[in-house]
């Protein structure tokens, strides 16, 4: 059984353990270098959403929405973010926390949610932002180098009008 809630502070050790397994074994992110607590800290206190699901007495993954650039313009679009840790891939926690995430943002205010999915082969990003409703906007060809290989973005958006 898992439980979506909001972030702690007490959670965010775990949080930054997941994130760091993909920024180093991975090409789901970008990010080449683990971010520290500070970082985390922060996206806890921006306002936004920001959930974890709780399973088996642990942090099994989060979501969390932030900008989805800096300008004003953009000021009612949302970017999402989803990690699950290893282990607690294909139990639905990935579903439930985007379900949570999408329904938070909606209660927020925001008109559209933004998915920048890296196309490093998997499509489980993908699948699940489309189980959701998201629909394809676009592909950035060749945008990212990481691990020795050039990457797509995938953008996805859902509008919550």
């Known amino acids: 059984m898992s439980v979506i809630r909001p972030v702690t502070e007490a959670d965010l050790p775990a949080v930054a353990d997941i994130y760091a397994h993909y920024v180093l074994n991975t090409v789901a992110t970008f990010e080449e270098n683990p ?15 920001f959930l974890v699901a709780e399973a088996d007495g642990a942090v099994g993954g989060f979501a969390y929405a932030g900008p989805y ?11 999402d ?17 985007l379900e949570a995430l ?17 196309d490093g082969g998997d499509p489980s990003s993908a699948k699940l932002h489309r189980a959701l409703g998201f629909q394809e906007a676009g592909r950035l060809r060749a945008v ?7 990457l797509d973005t995938v953008l996805m958006q859902l509008d919550l009008s």
Do not use: M, N
């Open 102 to 118: 999408v329904a938070a943002c909606r209660e927020s205010g925001a008109r559209q949610i933004i998915a920048v999915i890296a």
């Open 35 to 49: 971010p520290g607590p500070d970082f985390w800290r922060a996206k806890a206190a921006t306002g936004l959403p």
């Open 69 to 79: 650039r800096p300008k004003p313009a953009y000021r009612h679009s949302l970017e």
């Open 144 to 150: 990212g180098f990481k691990h020795g290989r050039w």
């Open 81 to 97: 973010t989803v990690y699950l840790a290893p282990g607690f891939t294909g139990r639905g926690l990935g579903r439930a926390l």
